[in-house]
């Protein structure tokens, strides 16, 4: 069994090229590179979308958990190449299906994207993925995305 390595958020930012407010991956635990890991986002009140979702009720909304879960996926398949750092890549989404929701996600919750890869034909990748807060799973959905330089 290989031990898992640990990317802090100065690490996802060289992989992915998100950023504030758009970047949903503070930590990222891969298990086996190109293929599991598990990243946390931090939820905080500060994010900009509880502004508007819903104001009196923060819930995050669902769509930006699946991009956390898809953020979570393409940076466990570029952790894979030790030289991550010196070619820029993009993960760009191609399917959503099977998505389910299944409690809010509030503020203060520490949100855990579990993804494991299911398919591979070249530049393409399908995973499936669960977040879940407290061990508890609150969305859950299969993806494919592309990964270009």
């Not at 891969?30 to 500060?46: A, L």
């Not at 930006?64 to 993009?90: C, F, H």
């Not at 299906?97 to 996600?105: A, C, E, L, Y």
Request: proline letters at 5%.
């Amino acid at each position: 069994m290989s031990e898992v390595k640990i990317y802090r958020i100065e690490d996802i930012m060289k992989m992915l090229p998100h950023r504030y407010p758009f970047l949903l991956v503070d930590r990222l635990e891969v298990e086996v590179p190109g293929e599991k890991g598990v990243g946390i986002k931090n939820v905080t009140m500060n994010e900009e979308f509880f502004q508007g979702h819903f104001p009196g009720n923060p819930v995050m909304p669902g769509v930006l958990q699946i991009e956390a879960m898809a953020q979570t996926a393409g940076a466990v398949v570029i952790a894979k190449d030790e030289n991550y750092a010196d070619e820029k890549r993009s993960v760009l989404f191609m399917s959503i299906d099977g998505v389910k929701f299944r409690k809010p996600v509030k503020p203060g919750d520490q949100l855990r994207m579990h993804v494991e890869k299911i398919k591979e034909r070249r530049n393409i990748f399908v995973f499936k993925g669960q977040s879940m807060v407290d061990g508890q799973v609150v969305s859950e959905a299969e993806f494919t995305a592309m990964i270009v330089e």
